[in-house]
C-alpha cells in the first residue's frame, strides 16, 4: 500500500518497526517496496537485514520515554542500616504471557526470603485476567519476612519508582525506573533475572529489555546477592553510571535530534510517476483487502 503511493507520487515514507519478536513475518518485510525504516531494538534491525538489501537505509531509535522526575537523593536511599525493608515494585500486566515471569519471581523471592534476616516489601502495580491467580499464590507465600500488596492500575508510577530499591520487570517497567536511578531487574518468562549493568547493557538492549535470552544459571542465588548489597549499603555509582547510559538511549530528550537526521537524510523515489494508474491502484488495494479477509477466514 505504502510502496505503491512512494513510486506513483514521489514522496518518500520512512516505514516504523515498532518492537517485538517479528521473525514469524519475516515474509512480509521481504515484500515492502519502501527503502527507509525505523526499528525499535536491535533485534528488529537485524531481522530487517536478514530482509532486504539497501541495508544502509535501517535505523534504530529506541528513544520514546519522557520521565518526569529524576530523584537526587541516590546515596541517602541506598544506605545501610536504612534499607530494612528492602522494597520491591513490580510493574507488570497480570495476563497470559507475563503471569510465569511473576509467578516464577516471586517463587524465587521465598526462596531467598528464607536466608535473611531483614524484611522483604513487595508492590505489584498491574491488573489483568489472572488476577485471582495471583492471589492464590500470595496467600501461599509462608514466609513471614515477605510483605506483598497488589496495587492494580497506577496511573502515574513516579511516587512508587521513589518508594522502591529495586524496580522488576520487562521494558519500560525497568527502563523508567532505572532513568530515575533505581535499580533495575529484568524477569524472563522462565524465571531468569539480570539486573543491567555496564557488561550486559549491549545484550539487554538488543532485546529491547523484554527478558528475551537471559543470562542467568542461578536466579535464586541473583537475587540473594542484590538484596543483600541493597541492605548493606549499595555502591551508588554503579546506579548513576547505568542510569546515564540508559537515558541516552531512552529518554524522549533526545527524540527529535535522532529522527531529523533520518528524516534529512530519506531517500526520495529517483523516478516518480508521472500520474497515477487509477484503475491499476484500486485493484492493488482491492486485492490486499481480500487477501486479509480471505486470511482471516
Known amino acids: 500500500f505504502y510502496g505503491v503511493f512512494c513510486e506513483s507520487l514521489g514522496i518518500p515514507i520512512i516505514i516504523f518497526l515498532a518492537g517485538g519478536d517479528l521473525a514469524w513475518q519475516s515474509f512480509r518485510f521481504k515484500s515492502l517496496r519502501c527503502r527507509d525504516y525505523i526499528c525499535f531494538s536491535k533485534e528488529n534491525e537485524n531481522l530487517l537485514r536478514q530482509c532486504r538489501k539497501d541495508t544502509d537505509r535501517i535505523h534504530v531509535i529506541s528513544n520514546r520515554i519522557m520521565i518526569k522526575k529524576q530523584f537526587d537523593d541516590v546515596p541517602d536511599h541506598y544506605l545501610a542500616k536504612e534499607c530494612d525493608p528492602v522494597c520491591i515494585l513490580i510493574t507488570s500486566r497480570i495476563v497470559d504471557g507475563k503471569f510465569d515471569s511473576i509467578h516464577f519471581f516471586l517463587k524465587n523471592l521465598e526462596e531467598v526470603a528464607s536466608r535473611v534476616d531483614f524484611d522483604i516489601e513487595v508492590r505489584i502495580a498491574g491488573t489483568g485476567n489472572r488476577e485471582e491467580d495471583l492471589r492464590l499464590i500470595l496467600d501461599k507465600i509462608s514466609k513471614e519476612n515477605i510483605n506483598v500488596s497488589l496495587l492494580g492500575h497506577v496511573d502515574d508510577l513516579t511516587e512508587q519508582f521513589e518508594w522502591a530499591h529495586i524496580a522488576v520487570g520487562k521494558g519500560r517497567s525497568v527502563l523508567e525506573p532505572i ?56 555502591k551508588t555509582e554503579t546506579i548513576l553510571n547505568i542510569s546515564e547510559k540508559i537515558r541516552q538511549l531512552y529518554s524522549a530528550e533526545f527524540l527529535l535530534e535522532k529522527f531529523m537526521r533520518v528524516v534529512k537524510d530519506v531517500e526520495i523515489p529517483s523516478k516518480p510517476g508521472k500520474k497515477i494508474n487509477i484503475p491499476i491502484l484500486l485493484f492493488h488495494f482491492y486485492y490486499i483487502h481480500l487477501k486479509k479477509k480471505l486470511l482471516k477466514n
Do not use: K, S, T, W
Not at 197 to 203: F, G, I, K, P, V
Open 179 to 234: 532513568m530515575m536511578n533505581r535499580v533495575g531487574c529484568v524477569i524472563g518468562d522462565n524465571g531468569e533475572l539480570e539486573v543491567p549493568n555496564e557488561c550486559n547493557l549491549d545484550r539487554l538492549y538488543h532485546y529491547n529489555f523484554a527478558g528475551r535470552n537471559l543470562v542467568c544459571d542461578n536466579p535464586v542465588d541473583l537475587l540473594y546477592d542484590l538484596l543483600q548489597a541493597i541492605c548493606n549499603g549499595y
